[in-house]
């Protein structure tokens, strides 16, 4: 739905004048004045309110992502350096635990 122009607002004026009067049309053109200054109140403290809502959310995955650089004792994949720096990272592989029993054999069928 596009913008109204002059004459489509003219007709809703007219039909405005013809429902309710001469008398009451400044009245509810008061009322709706103060219906949308109210709505954008509120529509810019809600918009007011979500970005310090996001502000907060972003300092806090900030802070996350700090302590887990700066604590070496935090387990995951460990990148070399010189990649990392170059922009390709390589994880080092840890190392696999030895096997504690034997391998497992299939069974020869009948």
């Known amino acids: 739905m596009g913008q109204l122009g002059f004459q489509e607002l003219f007709v809703i004026f007219l039909i405005a004048l013809l429902v309710f009067g001469p008398k009451k049309l400044p009245e509810l053109g008061k009322s ?5 200054r109210e709505f954008k109140k509120a529509t810019e403290g809600l918009k007011q309110s979500w970005e310090d809502q996001m502000r907060d959310t972003e300092s806090s995955v900030k802070d996350i ?3 887990i650089d700066s604590d070496p004792s935090m ?3 460990v990148y ?7 922009g390709i990272p390589e ?7 030895a096997a504690a029993s034997e391998p497992v054999t299939p069974k020869e069928k009948g």
């Open 75 to 77: 387990t995951g994949p």
């Open 32 to 36: 709706l004045g103060k219906g949308i």
């Open 91 to 97: 994880v080092v592989a840890a190392e696999q635990p």
């Open 80 to 86: 070399k350096d010189e990649e990392a720096e170059a």
């Open 65 to 67: 992502y700090a302590d």
